[in-house]
């Protein structure tokens, strides 16, 4: 099976080759605008598929979990999501700390602690937290969904589900 796959992958890139250089050849000798609207539409294709092969390659390592998360307020905009959003925080440290803040009604800020366990060592990078003192807010197994070329956690929660992206 894997031969097919090259020999249409092979196939294809002549086709896309010769179609190029025949397009740019009758474009050069008769200045005609046809040639280069067909050699556009050529490469519509192979542009999509290389487009795709980048964004696939998007690994969420270690290095990019590590950071600053709030609220994403986009997710269900409205008062209840800009209050989480003023209240709410958590970081996850370098040295595999969980720190999950909470501002209180007088102003100040409550911070509770946690270790972050990996339990995959390759990317995704997927991790569980263990609380010091559990925190009705803060979901052990955070899931992990990517889209956009960005990531966000969602955790499951007393408010429901709150959506996290990293800030910094």
């Known amino acids: 099976m894997p031969f097919f796959g090259f020999l249409f992958f092979f196939l294809f890139v002549i086709f896309v080759g010769v179609s190029s250089l025949i397009n740019v050849w009758k474009y050069v000798k008769t200045k005609e605008l046809i040639y280069l609207k067909k050699l556009g539409v050529i490469w519509v294709l192979p542009s999509i598929l290389v487009g795709l092969a980048l964004y696939a390659h998007f690994p969420i390592t270690k290095e990019h979990v590590v950071g600053l998360y709030e609220i994403d307020s986009s997710f269900y905009p409205g008062r209840n999501s800009d209050w989480q959003k003023e209240h709410f925080t958590f970081e996850i440290t370098k040295d ?23 339990y995959r060592e390759s990317p995704p990078m997927l991790f569980r937290i263990v609380m010091e003192q559990e925190h009705e807010l803060v979901d052990q197994y955070p899931a992990l969904y990517r889209g956009n070329r960005k990531s966000y956690y969602v955790f499951e ?11 910094q």
Request: glycine letters at 8%; aromatic letters at 18%.
């Open 157 to 167: 929660s007393k408010f429901g589900n709150m959506f996290y992206r990293k800030v």
């Open 96 to 118: 595999d700390r969980f720190l999950f803040s909470e501002k209180l009604k007088d102003g100040s800020v409550k911070t509770v602690q946690g270790v972050i366990e990996w």
